[in-house]
């Protein structure tokens, strides 16, 4: 028993990697071991325990009931572990190397995050930050392989593995360009809006579903005239007259305003929230936790 609990660790590293990859020979790769050195110490594991924590599906492991309530447990002892030299500096020396994996979709990336990053890069210039641009549905999938620390970005449906921290708020708006019909009116309503054609983001992202939702709840149809990711890319196509738009303000800039015709549409639309999102029950290191928090509310003001 005793030397079983000096290979505890080990036994547990190998099943948790074991566990993420989905089969021994891609956990042997990323812990520098043998195959068989990572079945043994998964053995040892289901020998201890009196129970299976692995099954097999076709080419892929898949995790048991008891495995899955090992993995539930052991996770954040194990990434503690790993951590305590780190936490140990972050509390008796100075920490300033190291690096945060962050993921973010592209408008996050070009219009919230910059201010954060030249904040950050002033007070940590030794910690290196990879920014990862990828869609929602996307990142979450990092979170949960634990292939970046956090993402950045807004939601509105939290799954129950997941951990949303909104720090930011931000109103809705409609852009026109400049000579469209309704960029002469000072107020706008949503029956103003029904007959116009809309440019929204692709119907499985969060802000058409939006859209759908509000105008399902004043009974009024809408028209979409253009499918296409990326407020860069609406913003452009609705400057050029192909349609209007509605969009969150973090993304109009100074020179947006000034060629584009924006109305506030806070009476119809709700606020967006943008925050911190994370693995529920994760375990951040001290480099993250410095990225987090200075992401201050009066960073962006509205």
């Excluded at 449906?157 to 002469?184: C, G, K, Q, T």
């Amino acid at each position: 028993m005793a030397s079983y609990k000096g290979n505890l660790l080990k036994h547990l590293r190998a099943f948790i990697q074991t566990a993420r990859s989905g089969s021994v020979s891609a956990a042997a790769e990323k812990l520098f071991l043998s195959q068989p050195s990572v079945s043994q110490q998964i053995r040892a594991l289901e020998d201890e325990l009196g129970r299976p924590l692995f099954e097999r599906h076709g080419p892929r492991l898949q995790l048991t009931p008891a495995g899955k309530a090992l993995l539930e447990m052991a996770r954040p002892l194990v990434e503690r572990l790993d951590a305590l030299p780190d936490e140990f500096q972050r509390r008796y020396g100075s920490l300033d190397t190291g690096e945060i994996r962050i993921a973010a979709g592209e408008s996050t990336i070009l219009h919230l995050l910059p201010s954060l990053m030249m904040r950050f890069r002033r007070k940590h210039p030794g910690i290196f930050v990879h920014l990862h641009n990828v869609t929602g549905a996307d990142g979450l999938g990092m979170i949960r392989n634990d292939d970046v620390d956090f993402a950045v970005g807004s939601m509105l449906d939290v799954p129950e593995d997941i951990d949303y921290r909104p720090i930011w708020h931000f109103n809705p708006a409609l852009i026109m360009s400049r000579d469209h019909p309704l960029a002469r009116r000072r107020e706008i309503d949503l029956t103003d809006i029904s007959p116009h054609g809309l440019i929204l983001p692709p119907r499985r992202l969060s802000t058409y579903q939006l859209v759908d939702l509000v105008f399902q709840k004043h009974g009024l149809p809408f028209r979409v005239n253009l499918e296409v990711g990326g407020w860069e890319v609406i913003k452009r196509y609705v400057s050029l007259g192909m349609g209007i738009s509605i969009v969150t303000s973090i993304c109009l800039t100074e020179t947006d305003r000034q060629q584009l015709a924006v109305r506030d549409m806070s009476r119809y639309f709700p606020r967006r929230s943008y925050g911190v999102v994370l693995r529920r029950g994760a375990y951040l290191s001290p480099q993250a936790e410095r990225f987090i928090d200075l992401m201050s509310p009066d960073l962006f003001g509205e």
